[in-house]
């Protein structure tokens, strides 16, 4: 379901298979994201497909909205090709099915342009505004001689991306 708070609608790419934001993944969470300040946040309501224990989200979905927002995070104020290298997540609160949630990303460290690493941070918040989980993710920067990994249509893909993120 897409819903869309506050802030202001990033473009996303059509036609891909990623789980959490492509928009031909059938089973995916489709999910669509936002600028808010200094933040990237995503705004998703879960339902029974994403259940573990009975009415509750299950860690891995929720690992993977922390491992989306942070990506759409860098995505957005880097616009550079990289690849998740750790994550580590703790659970506070239970996440419930079928109840409004924000997961919101923001940039840690990444000051130092010569570096090949990136951290981020990011928090699950359920509708009342409580924190139900946090993450925190480092990220390792694509050097040119790795991007021949990267499918040459994923990288016109990407370089768009980046330029429609440019004219915002």
């Known amino acids: 379901m897409r819903m869309i708070r506050e802030g202001i609608e990033l473009p996303k790419l059509e036609g891909h298979y990623c789980f959490g934001c492509g928009t031909e993944n059938p ?10 300040g200094d933040a ?16 509750m989200v299950h860690g ?5 909205l922390f491992d989306e927002v942070m990506s759409w995070t860098i995505l957005y104020f880097k616009r550079i090709f990289f690849v998740t290298r750790k994550m580590e997540v703790r659970y506070i609160k239970p996440a419930l099915i079928g109840v409004p949630l924000t997961v919101r990303g923001v940039i840690t460290d990444a000051d130092d342009p010569a570096s090949s690493k990136i951290t981020a941070r990011a928090e699950m918040l359920g509708r009342d505004g409580s ?10 920067v694509l050097p ?4 021949s990994l990267v499918p040459e249509d994923q990288k016109r893909d990407m ?8 004219s915002q």
């Open 27 to 36: 089973r995916g969470l489709n999910l669509y994201f936002y600028r808010s």
């Open 40 to 55: 990237i946040c995503a705004d998703v309501t879960l339902d029974k497909h994403h259940e573990g224990w009975a009415n």
């Open 60 to 64: 891995g979905i929720i690992s993977t």
């Open 131 to 140: 924190l139900l989980a946090r993450a925190t993710g480092e990220f390792f």
């Open 144 to 147: 040119p001689e790795k991007l």
């Open 159 to 166: 370089s768009l991306l980046f330029k429609r993120l440019d």
